[in-house]
């Protein structure tokens, strides 16, 4: 209606997100580039609060326009959805064709194959959950749990919470604890403060097409800020009420008295008073209360003495107690280092390969049993003086037989007499050399589209023993299994994988039908390509 008589373009202060009129003030544009990083960064949940009408479906769109093609993007803008339609509404939202009575496991395991196919081509998903403050708590819970859908260096799943401060306080329950903990980034779009009112408001004018002299001036944000308490939504409406009052008057100059108008017309005063009035409750509460707590202590003097006496009574008992207690808190704590340290050097003995930041529990106790499998393997060691290579090898099967043969003619042609423990050490290394290079070879000439099984991972300082037992016991195709020495978190790491598979799902085929034996190191699938960036 204005639009004409401002010489505007279209209507500037719209309540409906138009991303062509984004402010990147009041650290709008800062979180938006910190949203970007964190999505490529591919790690943890993110959290977004603010409160309503601060700006965060705008936000929600402008990041979903600044990440690039590479990244899809899930959308669920309502947060209604119970715990058991959780993953049917994603699965809608990629559209998977799903059968009516599709079980949970079913369409879990349909999105894992999605999400690792996406890993695959380089691509990342990521899941958008607007007004999250509004989902039951059991709802997400179910969406944590597809944070566990990962790679060991990649999540296949980013997830990104947008909620009122309400959230926070669902979030601080001590049932979604985990989900808590996984939140890697945590943003607040706090309220705009008057600068950034005057900076907004005159930047939404230009960018209609405004061309007059300064509409707004500093002491009209300022009188905004007041009545808006500096949220977007109410700037907008402000703002728009204000322009419609100078065009019914036929003026080009904004003035307070457009702007109470505005103000009334809104109903935003009807709330600041409300406000105001529940400030004055409180104040008065407190008022009397402190009148009566005056009005006790002159008139009892004597019964608070006598309570001040038994407190201080109460006072020196309570400090023998906890002087009692202490010491044994002590003993506890130096006890508890005790064990971490006794830990600590297992882990060093046992030399297995470092914990992930988030383990499950299964993949902890399948770890625990690794330890003691090692620890037996090792005292196995320190029993044999002298083993003889000619007769390790001969223990193993004929194909794995001849595989060594290949990679370990040194060895193989060593004199009749058995060497030195430092020559033989030499010698498994010089073996495990030869399988790395010809590991290397494998995958230069891999299909980068194909998959491989991760089937274990141990420390270089652990060479011998992995020598040994791919040598012996092995129960796979040793011409089929490829080692790589890796840097892991400062540790030099030899990672083990097995056969190439054109697609994902005979990968997951053959990795359900692997031995026992190896299916106790929870080995999972890999892209070859990923191997081919991170390996050569």
């Given at each position: 209606m204005y639009e004409e008589f401002f010489g505007l373009k279209r209507s500037p202060f719209r309540i409906?997100?138009?991303?062509?009129?984004?402010?990147?003030?009041?650290?709008?544009?800062?979180?938006?580039?910190?949203?970007?990083?964190?999505?490529?960064?591919?790690?943890?949940?993110?959290?977004?609060?603010?409160e309503v009408g601060s700006g965060k479906t705008m936000l929600c769109r402008m990041l979903q326009q600044e990440l690039p093609d590479s990244v899809e993007i899930i959308y669920i803008a309502n947060p209604s959805v119970s715990p058991e339609d959780i993953l049917f509404v994603i699965?809608?939202?990629?559209?998977?064709?799903?059968?009516?009575?599709?079980?949970?496991?079913?369409?879990?395991t349909m999105l894992q194959n999605y999400l690792l196919k996406k890993h695959a081509e380089d691509k990342q998903v990521v899941l958008f959950v607007e007004e999250a403050q509004s989902m039951p708590l059991e709802t997400l819970e179910e969406i944590r749990l597809l944070s566990n859908l990962e790679t060991d260096q990649y999540k296949l799943l980013q997830i990104i919470l947008f909620g009122q401060p309400e959230l926070d306080q669902n979030l601080a329950t001590n049932s979604i604890r985990q989900l808590r903990e996984r939140i890697t980034h945590d943003f607040n779009l706090n309220p705009l403060n008057t600068r950034d009112i005057h900076q907004y408001l005159n930047f939404r004018m230009r960018e209609v097409g405004y061309k007059g002299p300064e509409l707004i001036s500093l002491k009209l944000a300022a009188g905004m800020e007041k009545y808006s308490e500096g949220l977007l939504r109410r700037i907008n409406i402000l703002a728009d009420k204000m322009l419609l009052s100078a065009f019914a008057?036929?003026?080009?100059?904004l003035t307070r008295r457009h702007l109470r108008a505005?103000?009334?017309?809104?109903?935003?005063?009807?709330?600041?008073?409300?406000?105001?009035?529940?400030?004055?409750?409180?104040?008065?509460?407190?008022?009397?209360?402190?009148?009566?707590?005056?009005?006790?202590?002159?008139?009892?003097?004597?019964?608070?003495?006598?309570?001040?006496?038994?407190?201080?009574?109460?006072?020196?008992?309570?400090?023998?107690?906890?002087?009692?207690?202490?010491q044994p808190t002590e003993v506890a704590e130096q006890s508890l280092i005790s064990t971490e340290k006794s830990l600590a050097s297992l882990e060093l003995l046992t030399e297995v390969e470092p914990s992930a930041e988030h383990e499950s529990d299964q993949l902890l106790a399948l770890k625990q049993q690794e330890n003691s499998k090692l620890q037996r393997v090792l005292a196995s060691?320190?029993?044999?003086?002298?083993?003889?290579?000619?007769?390790?090898?001969?223990?193993?099967?004929?194909?794995?037989?001849?595989?060594?043969?290949?990679?370990?003619?040194?060895?193989?042609?060593?004199?009749?007499?058995?060497?030195?423990?430092?020559?033989?050490?030499?010698?498994?290394?010089?073996?495990?050399?030869?399988?790395?290079?010809?590991?290397?070879?494998?995958?230069?000439?891999?299909?980068?589209?194909?998959?491989?099984?991760?089937?274990m991972m141990r420390s270089k300082s652990a060479a011998r023993e992995l020598v040994r037992y791919l040598q012996t016991e092995w129960p796979l195709e040793l011409d089929?299994?490829?080692?790589?020495?890796?840097?892991?978190?400062?540790?030099?790491?030899?990672?083990?994988?097995?056969?190439?598979?054109?697609?994902?799902?005979?990968?997951?085929?053959?990795?359900?039908?692997?031995?026992?034996?190896?299916?106790?190191?929870?080995?999972?699938?890999?892209?070859?390509?990923?191997?081919?960036?991170?390996?050569?």
């Open positions: 409906t997100p138009d991303t062509s009129l984004f402010y990147d003030g009041g650290r709008r544009g800062d979180i938006l580039g910190a949203l970007v990083y964190a999505v490529h960064r591919g790690e943890g949940i993110i959290k977004v609060v603010g699965a809608n939202e990629l559209k998977f064709d799903i059968a009516r009575d599709a079980s949970k496991h079913e369409v879990v008057g036929g003026t080009h100059t505005a103000v009334k017309d809104s109903g935003f005063s009807r709330i600041r008073a409300a406000g105001f009035g529940n400030q004055l409750f409180w104040f008065s509460a407190l008022m009397l209360l402190l009148f009566l707590l005056g009005y006790l202590i002159i008139s009892q003097q004597s019964a608070l003495s006598v309570v001040w006496k038994d407190a201080q009574t109460l006072w020196s008992g309570s400090s023998q107690t906890v002087a009692s207690v202490t060691a320190e029993q044999v003086k002298k083993p003889v290579v000619d007769q390790e090898l001969a223990v193993s099967s004929k194909k794995n037989q001849q595989s060594v043969d290949k990679l370990d003619k040194v060895i193989v042609n060593q004199p009749v007499e058995a060497p030195s423990s430092s020559e033989k050490l030499d010698q498994y290394q010089l073996w495990l050399n030869h399988k790395i290079e010809a590991s290397k070879e494998w995958l230069r000439d891999a299909n980068k589209q194909s998959v491989s099984i991760q089937v089929k299994t490829y080692i790589y020495e890796v840097k892991m978190k400062d540790r030099a790491i030899y990672r083990v994988f097995y056969n190439e598979y054109p697609s994902i799902t005979l990968g997951q085929i053959s990795m359900k039908q692997l031995p026992e034996s190896v299916r106790i190191n929870s080995p999972y699938l890999h892209s070859v390509y990923r191997m081919q960036k991170a390996l050569l």
